[in-house]
């Protein structure tokens, strides 16, 4: 069995390691280096072969003594492979990735303009890939004379392509521009993968336009990798099973719902059933400020708790693979929902018959048909999934097999 791994610094979020155990029977570990390490760690290895990632993709070229075509062409390495002779092979399987994550565009968008985000190590395969395809770009970057300052330039992009960081976890929620500032854009594709939707990805979906993350691309060039570090091919389907499985186990499920609809206990249920974590928005809510949500209301307003809420919301849905109880209330602020479709879906939970009003301000206040005719349009327009269960038990095993978790 071979021994392989990820060079990197910042390691503790990779999902190499899930990924590598669907492609084959090796060892795959993660090495966090820091940068004066890496010359020597990679002297003094006997692996077989690693993944590179940032910050050391070019530092890593220095220790080879041989570079494909691809690693050449694009300056800088994210696999290596042990030569027979000794010594390290430097390939970039990040090219393949990004034509995956290109796609069939690719033909379709020859010789139409496109724009790339960022000047970094990730632009440069961006670049390499779309040079290859002959689809021309422009690269914007913090300096030099095309910025941000000046993307009006460059309006008439039918392709933007995001190779910065901007947005990644864990600053969720930023994103390097407004894409309406492009009338002829039919493509969004972002190499970020954590979160898996990126809010300049979210933006493209609002706009009605094409948009995808980098999860494909990353399933993409770990396959390739693969097929290197096992010196042989791979099925063509790889690739897509790998990122299905990926977001299944990385994606949480949100649970919204009326008051008293049973999303706390459904939660329970299905975290028990997944071996998924649970976060209760409410208690969250209620233990950060030390006193029952009944009192938030009661002392300072319906307003202020949804601060409250929409704070609590922004941390835990950073996270993956968890299981979200929402409070009623979480649609009735349309910046809620970017944050609960970032890493993961919405399930309504549709339940019939009456609902209890205990310790529910709202419910108790308004009154739960009112309520109810209020936010039923929230809900159908939030939900990817509505479940209609008469017990959590029944919800939570609905669940689980609608979304093959």
């Known amino acids: 069995m071979g021994r392989f791994g990820l060079i990197g610094r910042a390691l503790g979020h990779s999902f190499s390691p899930a990924i590598h155990a669907l492609i084959g029977d090796y060892e795959y570990k993660l090495y966090p280096l820091e940068p004066e390490e890496l010359d020597g760690f990679l002297r003094a290895s006997d692996?077989?072969?690693?993944?590179?990632?940032?910050p050391y993709k070019i530092d890593a070229m220095k220790s080879c003594r041989e570079l494909s075509e691809r690693a050449r062409a694009v300056g800088c390495v994210n696999t290596l492979t042990r030569l027979p002779g000794g010594g390290w092979r430097g390939d970039n399987t990040d090219w393949d990735g990004f034509l995956h994550l290109l796609g069939e565009d690719a033909e379709r968008l020859r010789g139409r303009p496109a724009l790339v985000l960022?000047?970094?190590?990730?632009?440069?395969?961006?670049?390499?890939?779309?040079?290859?395809c002959g689809i021309p770009f422009a690269v914007i970057s913090r300096s030099g004379s095309d910025t941000y300052a000046t993307l009006e330039r460059h309006a008439d992009a039918e392709l933007i392509v995001n190779a910065t960081p901007v947005g990644m976890y864990p600053k969720n929620g930023a994103s390097p521009v407004d894409l309406r500032l492009f009338p002829r854009c039919r493509l969004v594709l972002d190499v970020i993968y954590n979160p898996l939707r990126t809010a300049l990805l979210l933006q493209a979906e609002e706009l009605g336009l094409p948009a995808r993350g980098g999860l494909a691309m990353l399933a993409a060039q770990a396959v390739r990798a693969g097929e290197l570090f096992l010196g042989r091919?791979?099925?063509?389907?790889?690739?897509?099973?790998?990122?299905?499985?990926?977001t299944r186990r990385t994606g949480n499920v949100a649970l919204i719902g009326m008051p008293g609809c049973g999303k706390t206990t459904t939660a329970q249920v299905l975290?028990?059933?997944?071996?998924?974590p649970v976060r209760d928005l409410d208690r969250i809510v209620a233990?950060?400020?030390?006193?029952?949500?009944a009192e938030i209301f009661a002392r300072r307003g319906e307003a202020a708790f949804r601060r409250l809420e929409t704070e609590v919301l922004a941390d835990v849905s950073k996270e993956s693979g968890i299981v979200i109880a929402t409070g009623g209330g979480v649609v009735t602020q349309p910046r809620n929902r970017p944050?609960?479709?970032q890493n993961g879906i919405c399930v309504w939970l549709d339940r019939p018959g009456e609902l209890p009003v205990d310790?529910?301000?709202?419910?108790?206040?308004v009154g739960v048909e009112e309520l109810r005719r209020r936010r039923l349009p929230l809900y159908r327009a939030w939900a990817d999934l509505t479940v209609s269960a008469s017990s959590a038990q029944d919800a939570a095993a609905k669940i689980k097999e609608a979304l093959q978790l």
């Open 47 to 54: 692996g077989d072969g690693f993944n590179v990632t940032i």
């Open 118 to 132: 960022g000047s970094g190590g990730a632009s440069r395969t961006v670049r390499a890939v779309l040079a290859s």
């Open 233 to 246: 091919g791979l099925p063509a389907a790889l690739t897509d099973r790998i990122a299905a499985a990926i």
């Open 271 to 276: 975290g028990r059933l997944t071996g998924r």
């Open 287 to 293: 233990e950060r400020e030390g006193c029952p949500i």
């Open 339 to 341: 944050l609960l479709r």
């Open 359 to 365: 310790g529910r301000p709202l419910s108790q206040s």
